[in-house]
């Protein structure tokens, strides 16, 4: 059973940067996709991007493009969310989720990080 941990969300102010990382286990970075996802209170989950197993391309929503970034480390087993500039509008709930393939609905769900984006 695929496994994912968030961390590295807070309290950051207006056009500063934040790195989240999602710790995988129960399965590695050649058999799963891994994707971001963020949620708001009152918004719909956003899905923000995603790396896919074995070669490792990303893609990232245009809406953040420029912006945010993934990478991963698959010694470490682990997936990044980059994220600069950040505005008050990304203050969300961010999750990673894993699936076979890069999907809007995958199986696997972190618990979520909190980042708040704040003067």
């Known amino acids: 059973q695929l496994q994912l941990v968030e961390s590295g969300g807070g309290l950051v102010q207006p056009g500063e940067s934040l790195r989240l990382s999602c710790a995988v286990s129960?399965?590695?970075?050649?058999?799963?996709?891994i994707s971001w996802f963020r949620q708001a209170p009152g918004k719909e989950r956003e899905e923000l991007s995603c790396i896919s197993r074995r070669s490792g391309s990303t893609y990232v929503a245009e809406f953040v493009r420029g912006r945010f970034t993934t990478s991963r480390d698959t010694v470490k087993n682990m997936v990044y969310l980059e994220m600069n500039t950040l505005k008050p509008e990304d203050s969300a709930v961010y999750y990673c989720?894993?699936?076979?393939?890069?999907?809007?609905?995958?199986?696997?769900w972190g618990a979520g990080t909190l980042v708040t984006v704040s003067s």
């Open positions: 989720a894993g699936d076979y393939f890069c999907t809007s609905t995958p199986d696997h």
């Open positions: 129960g399965g590695t970075l050649d058999t799963y996709a």
